[in-house]
Structure formats: C-alpha cells, structure tokens
C-alpha cells in the first residue's frame, strides 16, 4: 500500500501530543494477515513484540496523534524534528464519526469475548479523546492505546456483513488497516511503560491485542509475552489489591466506583486466563 498524504495536508497542523504520566525493528506490514496463520504473520509479530533487553524496544521519538478519514489513514510515519535530534512519529487515528462506527461493532459483537471494558467507560473515553484531539490538548496514553487496540481487533474481525456500515471501503482494507493499528499499539504501549505512564487503559488494550494475535498465530510466546505484561502492569497498578482492607495509602480507585469494578474484572479475567 502506497502512503500518501491526506487531500487535506494535516500533518501541516499541529497535532496533539502525550499529556504527563501519572504521579505514582521494523518489518514490511503491507502484507494482509491470511485466513489462517502464515509465516509472514508470525515473522512480523515477532518484529513486533518485544522482550525485555531487546533494543527494539528503545523509545527514541516523540509522538504526536492526529486525524484523518480511514480512506487516508497512514501509519505512524516518522518526522525529523526541527533539530533533527529525535523523530516524531504521527499516530493517525481515524475520525471521530468512524472510531465511534468501530466502537459500537466492537461492543456489541466482539467484547463478550474477553469482557474487559465497560461499555459507557468506553464511550466517554473516546469523546474526551477526541475532544483533546480537536483542541490539540494533551491526550493520555492510555485512551490512544485502548481505542487502537479496539481498532485493530475489530478491523480484523470485519466480515462482508459489516460493509453496511459503509466504514471501511472493503474487508481487505479494513485487514490492512487491523495490522497498522495493531502496529501503533504496540508502539504506544511500549511508550507508555518507558515514561511510566501505565494506566488501567494499557492493561485492557493489552489484553484485547493478545487476545487478537493468539486468534492469528495462536499461543505462541508473542501472545504469552502480552498476557504477562498486561499482569506485570496490572500488578504495578495494585489492581489485585483493590478490595484489601490496608490499601488506604494506595492510588487506586474507590472500591465502590464503576472503576474499581473494572479493575476487578481486568485483574480476575488476567488470573483467570493464567491460571
């Protein structure tokens, strides 16, 4: 698939960029997955998915997000910064309309697969998402992360019988598209823990990413290795002690708030799957 830049020239605009974290190699991906899992599938997410001391996983850019219709969607393209000490990559996401047509496929009929997200929670934060996007505010990592997980899991499950929604111009772009935003996800996953800005978003998005590759390759270790970050965060963000009586001095959420409930139901499908 050739890039090219959007008809409109947004990468002329300024666009929004990762707010502060909280108190507390690359391979050819124009290939589309095969209907079953391929060499290629698994060579890429190889490339892909990274283990500790692996210099692939070295954060040395910047990251910028902005939207663009999907017909000229573009993946994290690369841009030398004034200085040209450090790159900035642009994240682009689609436009609101369609990200909230996707959410709603995903919610509907993909979620109960894993059941990791609360559907108003999701809502929400894919408005204030793109509400920062439009006043090119700071965006939180973690709502990037999980609206592009979303994405990509709910692109690569596009059937013909999803064309009504008149979203994607076919399934074979929406396949492409699924790989590109998995891509993205990964990188901004990776950002996320290098700046320390891991949220209860992180661990869900991870969640529904490996959930998505063990349905492309199965349980390799690339899907082993997702699961066990999304634990290791998790952990990091004491979700398993949410209900324990001395987690007073704790920053976790109230145990009587529909955030907390989440994070139980995140931490319980994560031990539950590791069992």
Not at 179 to 192: G, N, P, Q, T, V
Request: hydrophobic share 40%; proline share 5%.
């Amino acid at each position: 698939m050739t890039q090219r830049e959007p008809t409109r020239s947004p990468s002329d605009q300024s666009g929004s960029r990762p707010g502060p974290p909280p108190s507390r190699r690359k391979r050819d991906i124009s290939t589309p997955f095969m209907g079953k899992s391929s060499t290629v599938d698994v060579e890429w997410l190889e490339s892909q998915i990274t283990h500790p001391g692996s210099a692939v996983g070295l954060c040395n850019a910047e990251y910028q997000f902005k939207t663009c219709s999907i017909k000229e969607t573009l993946p994290c393209t690369p841009t030398e910064d004034g200085l040209g000490t450090k790159s900035t990559k642009i994240v682009w996401l689609p436009l609101h309309e369609e990200s909230k047509q996707i959410v709603h496929k995903y919610l509907t009929d993909i979620t109960f697969l894993h059941h990791v997200v609360h559907g108003p929670s999701v809502w929400s934060l894919v408005d204030e998402l793109y509400e920062n996007l439009a006043t090119k505010s700071p965006v939180k990592l973690g709502q990037v992360s999980l609206l592009l997980a979303i994405l990509a899991s709910t692109a690569f499950f596009w059937t013909e019988r999803d064309m009504h929604r008149a979203v994607f111009p076919s399934v074979v772009k929406a396949n492409d598209l699924s790989k590109r935003w998995m891509a993205a996800s990964f990188e901004i996953l990776e950002y996320s823990r290098f700046t320390c800005s891991e949220s209860l978003e992180d661990v869900q998005a991870l969640i529904i990413v490996a959930f998505l590759v063990a349905n492309i390759v199965g349980l390799t270790s690339q899907a082993r290795y997702l699961f066990s970050t999304a634990i290791s965060v998790a952990w990091q963000l004491s979700l398993h002690l949410i209900d324990h009586k001395y987690n007073a001095e704790l920053s976790i959420a109230h145990p009587n708030t529909v955030r907390a409930e989440i994070g139980r139901r995140v931490w319980w499908y994560l031990v539950a799957t590791d069992w």
